[in-house]
Every structure is written in structure tokens, then in C-alpha cells.
């Protein structure tokens, strides 16, 4: 304020004399030489200038000590060299951009780091729950960063894994010491009188390393710590608590700082925790294990009716021998896969004509369950029915004729029976009358001759109808509402609620969308009446010429066998990397008996190690070009020994049966094919590999070979990252 006064007193002498103007120039640069020496020395002695954003970054930029601990998924990268990934490393990120906070990051372990932070060594600390006692020693903002359980963990193949809380008594139980989760172990050990024997460690490490050699029976951790691929169930819940970025004692100036960019943070992106928290902990092996009250609904209920919409591929429908396909098969057996429930439940289908009756049902209790129904809250507590998440969404599109700026949409077509369509039409436009036709071609038809001014379709009957001919004239707009589908439940049902929402949640993003990739292509067939508009003009010259229509026939049946094999391609191939995909592998797998009694059939497994880390760090693109490299390296080797197979997202399987005999060579070529492989975004590539050899073992049927190379390959994985110094749960 003192040199604010002086300049200003100056400047109102300025117009006295001209002898002011050097004055004021002078104090002005001596006021910045003593508030910012270096930048002004650097000016005067290389002659160059600072900007004003250089300057008031100097004024305003803050170093921050941040204690850094690694753990999988939180905070990963424990180098300045190293690139640093994680839900907490996102989050300090994004609370710079509103700080102007610079980070100095000190690495250690959790107590190191803690204690550093309590004796004012460092500044912040990420993921550290608020206490009473805590709150004497630090400080805490009003925004938490999330919240997590905590979690009694043994190993999947543990005898404990079954016995549930009973099984723990007198057993050992390992657990960080002077934190939360020891507070809580031992709060929840007196209270029930478990009678547990606890064993504290300083850290993670030591912690699981006698979990891992089985010194210690079970382990206490967080429910995001632990993913499904560390094969460990939990328990039980001891516990759930808060956490946040805690600052050290003697920065309250950091405190009112982060309130108010986390103020903002929340104001302007309301959901950026959330979408953190979906980003790195989407794979937990808490959301894939049952809890008691399911296990004992599923022991009464072994057999479950589902109730489907008939004629709405690629959702669902009646083949010509009276079983129901589309994606609803698709999607209870991903889901009975994921959470593991394949033997102890079986489907029986009822097939409904409308979507009334299919509801009716389900509120009557004819049915366990509905699919598809549509995901309208608002609508499901009416009908008195509890809907699962979401399974799939879709573009929805108006379907007109003509030009659409003269359009007038006062009349719509719309499916008889199909009151999801009627829903969605009335809600977007309530003034419009209604047509209905049995058919989605009878739709079409009304489109095109005027009968009505329009029609909605979602994405993929759009993409099944109008890849025909006769519907050429026909114009598509997006509309801006998608439309969601979901499996809905009686209301009560919480059980089979919450057992459904677990394989959803555990299914992979895009699957129930890449799903309806088959059954599109078998929502409408080429005909001859779309063949002869087609190739109107031809016909109409060689009419009543019998060589010319001999020719036209020909190439007809030609043009009908051509597209049913791209339609057959496209249903048994995979679109990125043009392997068979999961749909051939399990028709192979059904069809190959006669190979299998030869006894020379080698089941292969395989795996990309890395793919997610690719995606997170380098993009998509990478990713997808690991995945074609690899599986380019696959067709090169292992094509002229039978067929290769991408079954997931970074899953691979091959079926090796054409003169085999030369394994052993031919699995050397391949792990060579990987190592020598190198791409323009990623210099290498990983893949674990496991296989099951009918000539080495004896093995009852082709599916448990399957199973047989599955576990060989995750044991190469586990290998692979053991071999990396990766430890890929999240600490």
C-alpha cells in the first residue's frame, strides 16, 4: 500500500513537468526489483521482457508438498520419470487448474507420508479419512473425495471363502497399523466377539506378502483397493468412512484455497468425482460377490421365468423351433458368468405379443423378470416395478419422406404392441396422432406412400430395415433423446434386483451393444421385389428377352448368395481385427466332437497384458492397435493350424486341430511373432498365454480344455506382472 501511494502521488505530478515521467518510470522499476528481483535482473541484463502473465504467475503460483503413496488405481507412478496415473493423481490435477497450485511430490510409504504430513513436513495428503482424533492434528476441507468400505478379504480358493463370518473365529487377520481400518477391525472384532487374532504391519507390502504366502488367513482393505483379477472375496463389511485431501496443520492458507476450487469443481462439474471413481474403480470384487440374503434367494429360487417381447430383435424374439434368442441370451449368460452363479440357476422363457402384457405379467408374478423394458423411472413406480441399471441405449430416429423443412409431423406410425415406441412418440410429440401397424415393413410402407408423415425407429432396426432398396427414398434424422433398455423386477424383489444389477455392473461397457451385431443382420432378408427396384432400369430393357432374363436371374441368386455370406461374415467375425468372434468360438467349440475324439485338438488361450494402461495413458487408438497387432501376430502363426478367435476386449482363443503335432515349435514362433512385434503408438507388445493339448492329457469334453487353458493363461499373466515388478491390485 506504501509504494501504491507513492506511484500514484507521482502520477498527479506528472502533467507539472517532464522531468516526472522519468521519476515514476524509475520507482516503478525499482518497486518491481524489490518484489520480484529475478525477473527484473533477467531483463536487465539480456534485454528481453517479462510478460504479464509471467509476472502474476510468479506473484500467484504456490509449490505444494504432496506425499505421494503408491496404489493401484489411486496413485501410480513413484518417480518424477515416470508417468502418474490414478483417481487421486486425476484429482490433484484438476484442483491446480483452479489454485494455481505447482506440486512438489514426495514418495513413501502410508505411515512415512502420514507422519511427514502431521509434523508439517509435506503439505497434502490424498485419501485420508477425517476422525476425531485427526481432526486435532490436521486439516480437512468440506469436500470429501470419495468414500470407500472397508472389507474382511481371504482368497478365492481359500476353505474360508465359503464359511462367510462364522469361518474367522480364531483365525488371523492382517491389518495397516495406527489407521482406520484397524480402528474399525477391532471395534467390529469386540463388539460381535469374533474372536479374531489381528496382526498389525507398517505397510501394504509386508501386509501381503504373508497374506500372499498364506501366513496370515485374511486381510482387511478397502472395497476399491481390491479388483476381481486379485482373486479375493470379501467377507464381510467392517466398516465405511470418508475420504479427503488432508493439509498439514500449518497451512490453513491451502485450506481456504481448495474449498474454494473444490466449490467450483462441484458447481461447474457436479458429477467429476463420480466419473473419477467409474474411470479407475470400475472392476471391484466386492460388486461381483454375493451377499447372504442373495445366496439364500437364489438356494429358493433355482429356476427363474423371464418374460420377453416377441418380434423386437435384436432385443429379443421366437426363432422357427420356439426358443428365444436375441441379446437377452447373450445377456443372462454374461451375467450368470460374471458373478458366477452358472450352476445354480436355470432359465425358462415366456414369450409376450405386446408390451402391456409383458408388464401385467410381471406385476402379476407370472414372471421373475422382463426384458426389454424401458428404463422410464417416473413410469416404473406407476406400474408398481423396480427396473435393474441400464443394459443398453440407442440413437432414436425420425424416418420421413421428402423434404424435412416442409415437414409436418401430425401424423406418426408406430408398432402395434410396442408401447415403448408409443412412450417415446407421445413424449416428443403430443400433438401428433397416432397410426399403428403390425409390422415395422407395414411402417415403412405408410412412410413412403404418404400415409403418415413419419416413424421412429432405434439405431438398429433403423440399421436392419432401411439397408433395403425399396426404402432408398426414405430419409433418417437423429433425434436428440436416446432410449434406454433394461431388465425390470416385481416390486419387493429386492433380492433378484440387486443379484441382476451386480452381473450388469460387472459387465463390460459395450456389450450389450456389440451384442446386437448378430441378430441385425436377421431382422429382414433381401427379396425379389427389392432386387427388381434394385436394378429397375436393367429390367425394364431386357423384359421379354429370355436370355436377358436368364442373365438377370442369374445375377439375382448371385447378388442374394453374395449378400447372406457378407451377412454371415459380418455375424461370425469380429470388426476390428477380423478374427472369428465369441459367437463362432462357441460354435466351434459345440461342432468340433469328431476332432476332439481324434485326440488333436489344442485349446489356446491368450490375453493382452498392458491394454488398459495403453488406453488410459496413450488413448484409444493405442489400445486398438495393440489389439490388431496382436491379433495380426495370431493369424500368421496359428491360421494354418485351425482357427483363431476374439472373444473380448482384449481376449483371444485359438482352436488348433490341422497337423499339430509340432506345438511346442509352432507356440515358440508365436511368443517370438509378440516380442517382434512393434507399432507407431506402442513399441511392444505382451500377451500371457495359456493352452490345454488333447494329446498330452485326458480331458472330457472340448469346454473344460477351455477352462483347462483359461487358468494356464492367467497363471502366464500373473507371471508376466510378477516378472515386471507390477503388483496389479490396488493398494
Known sequence: MKYLSIINTLKRLKNHTRLSYFLVAFLCLFLIQLCVPEATNTCLSTGSTVSASQLTRLHTSKIVRVGYVESRNFMEGMSDNTVKSGLAYDYLQKVSYYTNWDYDYVYGDWNTMFQKLINGEIDVMAGVSKT???????????????????????????????????????????????????????????????????????????????????????????????????????????????????INPNRPDLVQELNSALSKITSTDPYFT??????????????????EDEVSWLREHPVLTVGYLDDYLPFSDTNEDGQVYGIITDLLNEICKKIKIRDDVRFQFISYKTYEALVASLQAGTIDMAFPVNYDVARAEQSNIFLT??????????????????????????????????????????????????????????????????????????????????YNMLQTVPMRDYSSRCFAVKRGNNELLSILNRGITNLPSDFGFTSTYTYTSQMTTMTLKDFILQHFILFTIIIGVIVATVTGL?????????????????????????????????????????????????????????????????????????????????????????????????????????????????????????????????????????????????????????????????????????????????R
Not at 415403448?420 to 415403412?444: C, G, N, T, V, W
Open 389 to 470: 441399471t441400464e443394459v443398453i441405449s440407442t440413437p432414436m430416429y425420425l424416418i420421413y419422406k421428402g423434404d424435412y423443412s416442409h415437414l409436418q409431423l401430425r401424423r406418426l406410425a408406430a408398432k402395434k404392441g410396442n408401447s415403448i415406441a408409443d412412450i417415446y412418440i407421445r413424449s416428443h410429440f403430443p400433438d401428433a396422432e397416432i397410426f399403428y401397424y403390425d409390422k415395422i415393413d407395414m411402417m415403412l410402407e405408410a412412410v413412403k406412400n404418404g400415409d403418415v408423415d413419419g416413424c421412429i425407429l432405434n439405431q438398429f432396426r433403423k440399421d436392419g430395415y432401411l439397408i433395403h432398396p425399396s
Open 132 to 246: 476425531p482424533e485427526r481432526m486435532g492434528k490436521l486439516l480437512f476441507p468440506d469436500y470429501a473425495m470419495g468414500l470407500e468400505n472397508y472389507y474382511i478379504y481371504v482368497y478365492s480358493d481359500s476353505p474360508l471363502a465359503s464359511k462367510g463370518v462364522a469361518g474367522l473365529v480364531n483365525r488371523s487377520i492382517s491389518v495397516n497399523r495406527n489407521t482406520v481400518m484397524e480402528d474399525m477391525l477391532r471395534q467390529w472384532n469386540n463388539e460381535g466377539n469374533h474372536q479374531v487374532h489381528i496382526v498389525t504391519y507398517n505397510g501394504n507390502d509386508t501386509r501381503y506378502r504373508d497374506f500372499d504366502s498364506r501366513r496370515i488367513d485374511a486381510t482387511v482393505d478397502t472395497d476399491n483397493n481390491v479388483n476381481r483379477d486379485n482373486f479375493m472375496v470379501p467377507i464381510t463389511r467392517i466398516g465405511q468412512t470418508e475420504y479427503y485431501l488432508a
Open 554 to 730: 442369374l445375377a439375382y441368386i448371385y447378388l442374394i448368395h453374395k449378400n447372406r455370406a457378407q451377412m454371415e461374415y459380418i455375424a461370425h467375425h469380429d470388426g476390428l481385427t477380423g478374427l472369428f468372434n465369441r459367437r463362432s468360438f462357441k460354435d466351434d467349440i459345440e461342432n468340433f466332437d469328431e476332432e476332439f475324439k481324434k485326440g488333436n485338438v489344442i485349446i489356446v488361450a491368450m490375453d493382452l497384458n498392458g491394454l488398459k494402461k495403453a488406453n488410459d495413458e496413450l488413448g484409444h487408438e493405442a489400445g486398438d492397435e495393440l489389439i490388431i497387432g496382436a491379433a495380426d501376430c495370431m493369424k500368421k502363426v496359428l491360421n494354418p493350424y485351425g482357427n483363431v478367435y476374439r472373444v473380448g476386449g482384449d481376449e483371444f482363443m485359438a482352436i488348433l486341430y490341422n497337423d499339430i503335432d509340432d506345438w511346442p515349435d509352432v507356440l515358440q514362433r508365436l511368443k517370438e511373432a509378440f516380442n517382434e512385434w512393434s507399432g507407431k503408438l506402442v513399441k511392444n507388445l505382451a500377451v500371457a498365454i495359456g493352452y490345454a493339448n488333447s494329446n498330452e492329457d485326458t480331458y472330457s469334453s472340448l469346454s473344460y480344455m477351455v477352462s483347462v487353458a483359461d487358468q494356464e493363461m492367467y497363471k502366464d499373466k500373473a507371471a508376466y506382472y510378477k516378472r515386471a515388478g507390477i503388483d496389479r491390485r490396488k
Open 274 to 291: 463420480k466419473k473419477l471413481s467409474n474411470t479407475y474403480f470400475s472392476e471391484l470384487a466386492v460388486s461381483g460377490k454375493l451377499q
